[in-house]
């Protein structure tokens, strides 16, 4: 043990799950841009640090099975092996971290090419999960009026 950052045991947990989605179902299932390209920096991360760890090498082999999950076992084996990962290289710790967030991010939003209206009621209510720029609240100005005509 290297004294390291320790890893949650839930969020090494997750990783493992993801990395088995990823071999199971293939890149192709993954057709977001944003959630495929999130768990391909994770299961890149766990790949580079874990190698040919005989965790992974089970992961993969249940996934190739055609399994729904891994099993319980093989998910606590590639959790372990990365909590072991994490606990003695602490740049792996937060490389590993910031691959799951953004995995869970891009897993729970929906990315938009245009606008969006998302309405909230009561007095000073903002209903949004992510906010990319600025926000009013209260009632939106109008926009000027021409002058009428003299004469």
């Known amino acids: 043990m290297g004294g390291g950052i320790v890893i949650e045991a839930g969020l090494a947990g ?3 799950l ?6 199971s179902r293939g890149a192709e299932a993954f057709a977001d841009g944003v959630l495929g390209g999130a768990v391909d920096r994770l299961v890149r991360v766990v790949r580079e640090k ?15 099975s055609g399994v729904e999950a891994p099993t319980e076992r093989t998910r606590r084996r590639v959790a372990d092996a990365l909590q072991d990962a994490a606990e003695d290289d602490p740049d792996f710790a937060r490389a590993l971290t910031d691959a799951l967030r953004a995995v869970t991010v891009a897993d729970s939003c929906t990315a938009v090419g245009g606008d969006v209206n998302v309405t909230a009621s009561g007095a000073g209510s903002v209903a949004a999960q992510v906010i990319h ?7 939106t100005p109008r926009p000027p009026q021409p002058e009428p005509p003299q004469g």
């Open 133 to 139: 720029g600025d926000v009013t609240v209260g009632q």
């Open 14 to 16: 997750a990783a493992a």
């Open 18 to 23: 993801w990395v088995f989605r990823w071999v």
């Open 50 to 64: 874990l190698g040919a760890d005989p965790a992974l090498d089970r992961l993969d082999s249940e996934a190739a």
